[in-house]
């Protein structure tokens, strides 16, 4: 099982919010608090260090992290993937955890969890979350080293991270989690279902 030591975390931020009005949803705000801000306590203790993949309001992400960096143009249309070709190259642990900006309640323990399945498959180059019999694909504990089949898969025109999963060795690990831990903020009501849930979020002093 990979060690703190040998993880970076990316955060991806750079979604154009089509379905929150454009709204930059790492920044949305729960009960007080921005999205990004859930994420980022949750995954810190998890990963060496950690980085944003966000396309705007930069300087406001930077006050979580000075690693922050828009998709380099070569990607610029190729979604998260995009993002994750751009960052891949600028991390020196073994492995990269990838998470979006807008699930904030990831488990305390993701890495741990994700981690399980290379411990049985030494060929294995990415472990994506499930829950609730669906897969989150933005949820990954991945190798670093696929970063050449990543933009060999975005060089022939391709986007979709379903898409580039089956051309690897991946495997889904079904998570334990509280109860909607990996509901994401996708549309208005979505963030109106979590105010009106707040049992969905740990309280302060589980955190």
Not at 66 to 85: I, K, M, T
Not at 96 to 109: F, K
Not at 185 to 202: E, G, V
Request: aromatic residues 8%.
């Amino acid at each position: 099982m990979p060690e703190k030591e040998a993880i970076t975390g990316i955060i991806l931020a750079g979604g154009e919010g089509r379905r929150l009005n454009h709204a930059d949803k790492g920044l949305l705000f729960l009960d007080g608090r921005q999205l990004i801000d859930y994420v980022v306590e949750a995954i810190r203790p998890q990963v060496k260090e950690f980085y944003i993949s966000a396309n705007r309001s930069q300087e406001l992400y930077r006050e979580f992290t000075a690693n922050v960096f828009s998709d380099d143009e070569a990607y610029r249309q190729n979604g998260p993937l995009g993002g994750l070709a751009t960052l891949l190259p600028k991390i020196r642990t073994e492995f990269a955890l990838m998470v979006p900006c807008d699930t904030p309640n990831l488990p305390a323990d993701l890495v741990q969890q994700l981690a399980v399945a290379f411990e049985s498959d030494s060929k294995l180059e990415i472990s994506i979350a499930r829950s609730d019999n669906q897969d989150q694909y933005l949820i990954a504990l991945m190798k670093t080293s696929l970063q050449e089949k990543l933009v060999q898969y975005l060089q022939i025109g391709e986007r979709s991270v379903k898409g580039w999963l089956e051309t690897l060795s991946w495997k889904r690990v079904e998570l334990r989690t509280v109860n909607g831990a990996l509901a994401n903020i996708n549309k208005p009501q979505d963030l109106r279902s979590y105010i009106a849930s707040p049992h969905k979020l740990k309280p302060d002093s589980e955190k």
